[in-house]
C-alpha cells in the first residue's frame, strides 16, 4: 500500500469541479426538458383514462394530486444532491434502508418503465390515427413495429439527446399553450368557472371515490423520477439545478396538465366516452375551439414526443437492467456488450420485448394499461421518499449527539469572560467542526445520503440562545418530507386494493424479479462470496476492527479472515483502497449510474468474501471503498478511533504514522498480518 492512500473522494465519482467538465452537463432548462418530456407526455392519455375511471371529476383529481406533485419535487430535488451517482430509486432505497430494498426499488421502476413505454408508444400511434385514420385498426402492430426500431435504433448506439429533449418539450408546451389560448378565446371566464360545478355534478364525492380518485390521478405525474437518475450529468451545485428544473416543471404542468384534463373531459363527454376517441381528447380539443391545422399539429407533435417517451423508458429499463447486474442481483449475462456496436444487446433486447409482450397480452387496452401503470410508480415514488425520510432521521439523530460534544458554553451553560455565550457564527462553525469529527468526511456523506451541514445546522440550533432559520428548516423540511411518504403510501396502498390487475401484474414481476435476484445471491453466496453495497461509517466507532484491504494485495484473505476471527462482539470495518482514479474523465449517458466501486472487480470480490464470512460469523460489519490517492490512512484512522487496525505485515512500516500503541504480528496460514493497536 503507497503512503496516504485514503483520498476525501467519494467513492461515487470525483466532484465535477476536479474534473473542470461543468460545462458539459446538463443545467436547468435541459434538465426540465427531459423531465418534461416525460412528464408532459402523460396529459394526451391521462384524461380518456382518468374518465373512464371517475368521469368529470377526472380534472379535479389532477388538481388535488398536483399539491402532492409539488411536496414531492422538493423530495427528488434533495435526492439528487444526496446521491450523485445517480441509479433513482435503487441507490436510496438500497444505501438508506438495505441492498434488498434497493432491489425492490428496482423492480417497481422497472414495471413503470415497461409499462410507460407501452403506453407512450400505443399512444403515439394512436393520436397520429388523427391525421391518418386507416392506421387506427393496426395501432397495435403499428406500436409493436416501432418499439422494435427502437430498439435497433439503441443497439445501433444512438444515444438519447437533451438537447432534443428539448426541442420536443417546447413544441408540446408551446402546443398545450396554444389550446388553452384558443379555448379561452370562445369561452368567458365566467363559463370556465360554471366548469367546476359542472365537474362535481351527477356523481357523488364519497371518501372512497375521493380516495381511489386520488390514487389514480398520479398517472399525470409519471416521470418525475427521471430527475434523481439525471444527477451524473447535471451540473453543479445539483440540489439548485434540480430545484430550478423543478420549479419549472411545476410551473408548466401545473399551466397545463390539471386545466387541459379538465377542459377535454368536460366539453367533451361524447368524445371522452367513446373508446376510440378517448385516446385523442387533446387533439380535439384543439380542432373542436381551433382548427384543422392546430389539431393536426398537436396530433403529430403528440405522437413524436409520446415515442420519444417510449425510447426514454427503454433506456431507463436497459440502464436499470446493467445498474442491478452491476450490483449483483441480475445475471451478469445482461452486462454484456456486442462487439460491433459496443451497446449491451441482451438489456436492450428485453427493454423493448417485455413492453411488445404486454401490449400484446393486453391487445393494446389502453384503460387496462393505464390501470396496471399505478403499481410501480407509486411503488418507486413511496420508497425513495421512505429511504429520504430514514436519512433525515439519522442527520436529527446524529446532530443530538454532536450537540452533547460542543462546548459547555454552547450548551448555554455561562462560562467564559463574564459568561458570555459564543457567538452564533462561532456555534455553527464549531458544530460544523464537530459533525466531521463524528462523520468520516463528505465522502461517506455522500454515500450514505448523510449531509454534514444538515447535521450541523440542527446541532448549532439546539443550542441554548442560538436560533437557527436553516435549523427549523430542516425541521420543517423533515415533517414536510414524512407528511408527503404519508400521502403516497396512502395512493400507492389505495392502489393495491381498487386496482387488482394492476396489483396482479406489477406484483407478479416484482416478484419474479426479486425470485431472480435471490437465485443470483444464492449462487454467489455457495461459491463464497455474498454482494456487497458499500456505506459510510456513519459516526466514530471506538472499540471497533478496522481491516485494510488494497488493490493487487494477495494478502487481503489474512487480513479478512483475522479480523472476523478477533472481532470478540466489535464491529468490523472493512476498507478497500482501489486503484487510482483514472485522469480521463467521460461524460456518462443519461441515466447512467455512476459509481467507481461497481467497476473495481477486485474490491467486489474482496468484500463478497468478507461479507459471507461476517454473516456466518455473526458480526457487525461495515464497508467503505476508497480510490488510492493522497490522502490521510491516518486521519481515517484517527476518526474512527478503533481498538485494533489490521494491515498485511508488508503494509504495516508504511502505517506507522498511526502511533499506535503497541504493534502486534500475527502468522495467519493466508499471510502474515499486523494488529496496530490504540488504547483510546
Known sequence: MAKDT?????????TDEEHGQDKHR??????????????????????????????????????????????????????????????????????????????????????????????????????LSVVAPAIGPYALWITVGILILLGVLNWVGISESAKVSLVGAVIAFGSDVAI???????????????LFTQMFQGRAITPVAILTGFAGSFLAFSGLESISQLSPVMKTPRKKVAGMALLIVVLTIGITSPVLTMLSTILQENEAANAAQSTQLISLLAGHWGNTVLQTEVAI????????????????????????ARLEFFPSFVLQRNKLRNTPH???????????????????DIIILGDMYAFGLLGAFTLTCLGLDIVRYKERKLARIIAQHLPERQRGKHHGIGGAQMPAQDVLRRADMVSKEFVLGNGDAANTGVELDAVAALAAASQAGYRSMKGLWYSLNFWLGVLTTVLVLTAWTTNLISKPLATAFGGSVAALGMGVSYVVYKRHQSRGHAPVIPTGIGSYLP????????????????????????????????????????????????????????????????????????????IQRRFVYRHQAPGTVARFWQLLRPHDTIVTAEEAPECVDLNPDRIRYELTPEGKVAHMVKNW
Not at 388553452?180 to 360554471?194: K, N, P, Q, R, Y
Not at 485522469?583 to 474482496?606: M, S
Open 26 to 127: 446538463l443545467g436547468p432548462l435541459l434538465c426540465w426538458a427531459v423531465v418534461f418530456a416525460d412528464i408532459g407526455t402523460s396529459v394526451y392519455y391521462v384524461p380518456g383514462i382518468l374518465y373512464a375511471n371517475v368521469g368529470k371529476l377526472a380534472g379535479f383529481f389532477v388538481f388535488l394530486t398536483m399539491s402532492v406533485f409539488v411536496l414531492l419535487t422538493l423530495k427528488y430535488a434533495e435526492v439528487t444532491q444526496r446521491y450523485p451517482q445517480g441509479g433513482g430509486v435503487v441507490t436510496v432505497a438500497a444505501l438508506a434502508i438495505n441492498k434488498w430494498v434497493g432491489a425492490l426499488g428496482g423492480m417497481f421502476i422497472l414495471v413503470d418503465y415497461f409499462l410507460t413505454a407501452a403506453i407512450s408508444g400505443l399512444s403515439g400511434m394512436l393520436y
Open 301 to 324: 407533435s403528440a405522437s413524436a414526443l409520446l415515442v420519444f417517451a417510449s425510447n426514454t423508458a427503454i433506456i431507463g429499463t436497459y440502464h436499470v437492467f446493467i445498474a442491478l
Open 543 to 618: 472499540g471497533s476492527i478496522l481491516a485494510v484491504l488494497t488493490a493487487g494485495n494477495p494478502h487481503n484473505d489474512a487480513v479478512i479472515n483475522t479480523a472476523i476471527h478477533t472481532a470478540d462482539g466489535h464491529p468490523v470495518i472493512f476498507l478497500f483502497i482501489g486503484k487510482p482514479a483514472p485522469d480521463t474523465y467521460h461524460p456518462p449517458d443519461i441515466f447512467e449510474v455512476v459509481d467507481p466501486y461497481l467497476d473495481d472487480a477486485e474490491a467486489k470480490r474482496y468484500f463478497g468474501r468478507a461479507e459471507h464470512q461476517a454473516q456466518k460469523a455473526k
Open 180 to 194: 388553452l389560448v384558443t379555448v379561452f378565446t370562445h369561452i368567458s371566464f365566467g363559463d370556465f368557472l360554471a
Open 346 to 364: 441482451y438489456s436492450i433486447g428485453l427493454a423493448a420485448g417485455i413492453p411488445i409482450a404486454i401490449l400484446i397480452a393486453v391487445n393494446a
Open 6 to 14: 485514503i483520498t476525501q473522494t467519494t467513492s461515487t465519482q470525483l
